[in-house]
């Protein structure tokens, strides 16, 4: 049977959007290989993420409890979900491509022996999946051989799951691991706090590149207009590079993936590797005072300006539009 | 101590991909091979972690074909030691590639092995954490910032919502991210001497690992291209078509 695992990613028992998206990919998985979905959690905090996850559509969860797993490890991690696929049986082992999935997938898939596809976009009804490479200059199909296979999602292109009618039972496994082959230590997280919207989860993002040209620009002319669009801020490589803003914001291959209703982009040339990280927004906007510029090409609305005029003045006219 | 760095080569990212109309792969002429951008910034570490102990070992090691001699003259240009050429003449899978680095890791037992964190080829993000386990060994996947100490290595990684650090203790697995440094270009004295360098080729089949490939990529196909909309004259104009003809504000 199809079974597919999913790691149900979260902070302390609160999880972010993207693990409701990798709750819906792995349904879809299961409800096309004729398996159930079991969404798994470990950690502090995980019972409580576990009663709400269960909430949301899968047919078990199963909460891993074991002293090495209380904050995550990739090591630790890989050991625990490993012995939980051999326990199970199940196929399918999926997260979203979250910096966690990313770090801990391939290792699991290792452990197993298994392929692995990374950031897949679509599950196909043969079991053929899609990902996009070459910075999303073309798009695989491809297959997974083999009893057991590792997938991660990427989060724009699958839906949040939905609250269901009832709540699936949760259940505690104790996983066995080998502690003397763990060696990781975690250390310390110094987290960049915002009021604003998660980058990957809003409706509108307004990104700010070298155009820029400052730390300070980026809060004295992009953030005021971020704050009245009710925006998430994200950036190019070239403005993270320059310390202008922190990693955390970076949109683009390498970087980030978003796909908000509305995207603006604001001094951003539009290199393929940004454009690989915002390409399938719904609605772009570009502004940027060379006409020339690759973005325009991608652009909905462009605006050939100097974006040190023209975004105070969108301020100013955002804010009439509310009155 | 002795560090190992893979390389891959791939083509230049300035270069326009396009796919081949029957999708069988990408246009390989007019590319430019270079070596990739996160390869370039593992080898940099790893000769800044030389240069400071003041002695060790860079080595190289690739598992490609033999026009991949080029990206490791290269590296060896930069300042790297030595370099291994694994010839594969056929496709390999992450797993495949993992496995015949992981058996040349536990021959060469360097301490660390830093990787770059993708290649911008086929943006998997696989190879570095799939080699910690197979050989057992911690990993730090996107380090922006890298501290030894004796027998311990302190990282700071890019994580969603900020940094995080780990320490763990060596052989290790290192994956570089963008912040980590800012790789040299090769000199030109560092170009001759990269010449007289060894760089030894095995056949990937006498590796002993297993290698057939368990992900198969059937067709390539060329996304759907985003069509170019219109210019607006005027912030007043672009506000307007948002909240009317676009409806996202
Ligand atoms: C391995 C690798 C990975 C990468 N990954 C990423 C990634 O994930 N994300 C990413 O973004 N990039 C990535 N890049 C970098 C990418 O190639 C570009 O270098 C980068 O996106 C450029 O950033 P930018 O558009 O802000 O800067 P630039 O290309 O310098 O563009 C600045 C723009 O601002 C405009 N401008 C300047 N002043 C003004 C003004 N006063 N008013 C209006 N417009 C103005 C200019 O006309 C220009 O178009 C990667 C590159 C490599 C090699
Ligand atoms: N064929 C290869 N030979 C040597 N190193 C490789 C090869 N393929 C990938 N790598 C390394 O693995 C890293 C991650 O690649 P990937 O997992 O394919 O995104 C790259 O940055 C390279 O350092």
């Known amino acids: 049977m199809g079974d597919v695992l999913v790691f149900a990613e979260h902070r302390g028992g609160h999880f972010p959007k993207t693990t409701l998206i990798a709750v819906n990919a792995g349904l879809e998985m299961a409800r096309k290989r004729g398996g159930h979905c079991i969404a798994v959690l470990s950690g502090e905090g995980a019972p409580a993420a576990a009663a709400e996850i269960a909430k949301y559509g899968p047919s078990k969860v199963i909460v891993l409890d074991h002293p090495k797993l209380a904050h995550y490890l990739a090591d630790a991690a890989a050991q625990a979900l490993a012995d939980l696929v051999k326990k199970t049986g199940a196929e399918t082992v999926l997260a979203t491509a979250t910096a966690v999935g990313k770090d801990l997938m391939p290792r699991l898939a290792a452990r197993l022996g298994a392929p692995m596809a990374s950031e897949i976009i679509a599950i196909n009804d043969d079991g053929t999946m899609v990902r996009p490479m070459y910075a999303g200059n073309a798009l695989a199909t491809i297959e997974l051989d083999g009893p057991v296979r590792v997938v991660t999602v990427r989060g724009t292109a699958f839906d949040a799951a939905k609250p269901a009618d009832s709540a699936a039972p949760v259940e505690t496994v104790a996983p066995e691991l080998d502690a003397a082959a763990l060696k990781m230590e975690f250390v310390g997280f110094n987290e960049i706090k915002s009021d604003r919207p998660q980058l990957t989860e809003a409706r509108i993002v307004v990104s700010g590149g070298r155009g820029l040209k400052s730390g300070d620009n980026f809060k004295t002319v992009l953030e005021p207009l971020v704050d009245e669009m009710g925006a998430a801020m994200g950036a190019s490589r070239a403005a993270v590079d320059a310390g202008f803003v922190p990693n955390d914001l970076q949109v683009g291959q390498t970087g980030k993936v978003v796909a908000p209703e509305l995207y603006v982009a604001v001094g951003i040339s539009g290199a393929i590797q940004h454009l690989a990280g915002m390409k399938d927004s719904k609605t772009i906007v570009a502004i940027n005072k060379d006409e020339e510029a690759p973005i325009f090409g991608v652009a909905d609305y462009g605006l050939v300006a100097d974006l040190f005029k023209a975004v105070p003045e969108m301020v100013e006219e955002v804010k009439k539009l509310k009155h | ?249």
């Open chain 2, 1 to 249: 101590m002795k560090i190992l760095v893979p390389v891959k080569r791939v083509p230049d990212p300035a270069t326009t991909i396009r796919v081949m109309p029957d999708g069988s792969g990408i246009a390989t002429d007019n590319v430019k091979w270079v070596i990739n951008p996160f390869d370039e910034i593992a080898i940099e570490e790893a000769l800044r972690i030389k240069e400071k102990q003041g002695s060790g070992e860079v080595v190289l090691i690739s598992v490609g074909q033999t026009a991949w001699q080029e990206q490791l003259r290269t590296g060896l240009a930069m300042g790297a030691d030595r370099a291994i050429l694994i010839k594969a003449d056929h496709p390999l899978d992450t797993l495949a590639i993992a496995r015949a680095i992981a058996k040349v890791a536990s021959d060469e037992k360097p301490e660390l092995v830093i990787i770059g964190k993708q290649a911008i080829d086929d943006d998997s993000n696989q190879i570095g954490q799939m080699l910690a386990e197979m050989l057992g060994w911690p990993q730090a996947t996107f380090a922006s910032k890298v501290e030894l100490a004796g027998e311990k290595c302190t990282v700071v990684r890019e994580v969603d919502g900020g940094l995080e650090t780990i320490a763990f203790p060596m052989p290790a697995v290192i994956t570089t991210d963008l912040r980590l440094n800012e790789p040299r270009y090769a000199s030109l004295p560092g170009i001759m001497k990269a010449r007289k360098k060894p760089l030894n080729e095995i056949a990937v089949d006498s590796l002993g690992v297993e290698l057939a490939p368990k992900l198969k990529i059937k067709t390539l196909n060329a996304p759907e291209k985003r069509q170019a909309g219109r210019k607006v004259a005027s912030v007043e104009e672009l506000v307007q078509v948002l909240h009317t003809e676009a409806k996202v504000i």
